[in-house]
């Protein structure tokens, strides 16, 4: 079980490779929001996004000889990082129409990438029997303690630098997939700043969490594709994520794709950041206003995003 | 003079208002320069730029009832946001034809905004009477003591930064307009880092301390405009900056426009951060090859630039 040791654990193991990462602010984003708004820049993180946090935590406590993964983008290029960094082999599992970039960034990191066909083969079923061929470990994306663990060590620093900003009492907003990054936060927050509300943020037409917590049934979202979100449109929150949510939680907040282009043009103009738009929708909720008193708090969880993307979120009007 | 002590009052000054801003690399962009890059990421600098070190320096320091400068974008800002934080008026003095969005900035941020004609005004005699008429302090871009030792806390931390990451040995390349930013650093690693060199890095065409460093006589550039990088085509070295330049600085390298504009998209792609075209020259710079040895240390110093200018080096090819 993932706990508050765990996530200490973790953030021992992570200490001098993970970085820290900053809390930004911009006084025309508070104007904006019409509260404080204090960004917790996880695009900065290697690799781009939170998920090295995870995917280091899981190889430093397994030790394995080898790791598999599955995933279409963050997840197996922070796999392929770590992995190399501890001079292990990476086999990663990656559909064969995912971006072609971050297959070639998944190879470049020195990740031995398997295409499988999204529509006749199973990841998991492929992963598991990787794993077993070789004697690697499976690293999962989501729903794993070592992975949530690892992702909770975002948590403990949002305490730790939300408390230097003065900020004691605030909702924590988190995009929200399968639900690694916001349980793990919530866990870190639970115990270190219990004055604070995690909740999670999804895009219209994938906020399966959203509806979990309003009605306290686990409902899949209807599409699994076809989205401009693909770093978070995972069907359900996991086995061990959910209960997690579901206990610490506050309600769930849902954004449409033209409130996420504009912030993610907002980060460009206001933080410096490049945002992707699944690791934009925690800001687009804050800059459409929620939240509430005085302070909230943004994860812009990742920023592996095309050229072209970006170019089509500057050109929306400000 | 500014030297040592007075960059260690500085950072004392500055502590808990600006940012330690974080060094930040990536193996993608390691395999192309072909050595270690350690970017210092000052476009995250409140204000978006650097400058706000030296502004609110001088601002704490002098304790003046007022403040007057002249600037047609990222010390107008950084001026305005230190002034409106210590609670006393600043007066801005920019030219007509800076970028609207600038100047709608400077005010948004409490600056009274004075605007004269850069053909037939002279900004410097604007600024002396507006500063008498008023008994207001001004503070100059770069040729001013408490100025200097501001921009020199960014040094401070690329010592400490750099020596966390194990570099002790490197070429520091630096964005040079005036020299405030680069003489400052180069007395802090003079103090804290002995191994490191400093190398001022300007654009083609308005390279004065290059030319000046190579030769031992400064001479202005011709152009005095007309270039993509507004922030460092200042026409000369200062009377204060020069003198610390000519003894701590290794030879100036110089860039071109397609050189920036390629590494501006590599900062997009690969660092998730968002440059200026001033500010991505010394990264430029590096990307092309230069430095010596294992590491090599990059100052990112703004990103304050319009969408436009974004989309034209996304544009670029990689």
Redesign the interface.
């Given at each position: 079980m993932t706990d508050i040791a765990a996530i200490e654990a973790a953030a021992t193991r992570l200490q001098g490779h993970a970085?820290v990462?900053?809390m930004?602010s911009s006084?025309?984003l508070d104007?904006l929001a019409g509260r404080r708004v204090l960004v917790k820049?996880e695009?900065?993180q290697h690799s781009?996004a939170f998920k090295y946090r995870g995917a280091r935590n899981a190889l430093a406590a397994l030790d394995p000889p080898g790791v598999v993964a599955f995933s279409s983008g963050n997840h197996a290029q922070a796999v392929a990082?770590a992995a190399r960094e501890r001079g292990v082999p990476a086999v990663i599992v990656m559909p064969a129409d995912a971006p072609a970039i971050k297959i070639a960034?998944t190879r470049?990191?020195g990740g031995q990438v398997v295409l499988y066909d999204r529509a006749r083969e199973d990841r998991d079923a492929i992963g598991a029997r990787l794993a077993s061929e070789h004697g690697y470990a499976l690293v999962k994306p989501f729903d794993m303690a070592e992975v949530i663990a690892g992702q909770g060590t975002a948590g403990l620093e949002i305490a730790a630098q939300a408390s230097a900003e003065g900020v004691s009492q605030a909702d924590v907003l988190v995009p929200c997939g399968g639900g690694g990054l916001t349980s793990g936060i919530a866990l870190a927050l639970e115990a270190r700043a219990p004055g604070m509300r995690v909740r999670p943020v999804e895009p219209e037409g994938f906020d399966d969490v959203a509806r979990a917590l309003a009605s306290g049934q686990v409902v899949p979202n209807d599409r699994l594709s076809g989205s401009i979100f693909d770093a978070i449109i995972t069907p359900q929150p996991g086995n061990l994520t959910w209960p997690i949510l579901q206990r610490l939680c506050g309600p769930g907040l849902v954004v449409d794709e033209a409130q996420v282009l504009h912030a993610m043009?907002l980060a460009?103009?206001r933080?410096?950041?490049?945002?992707e738009p699944g690791g934009a929708v925690a800001l687009a909720a804050a800059l459409a206003g929620a939240g509430e008193g005085d302070a909230v708090i943004v994860v812009a969880s990742g920023?592996n995003v095309d050229?072209a993307m970006?170019?089509r979120a500057?050109?929306t009007k400000t």
């Open positions: 970085r990462t900053p930004l006084p025309f104007a820049a695009c900065l781009g990082l960034n470049a990191l043009a460009h103009d933080l410096k950041l490049v945002l920023g050229r970006t170019g500057l050109a």
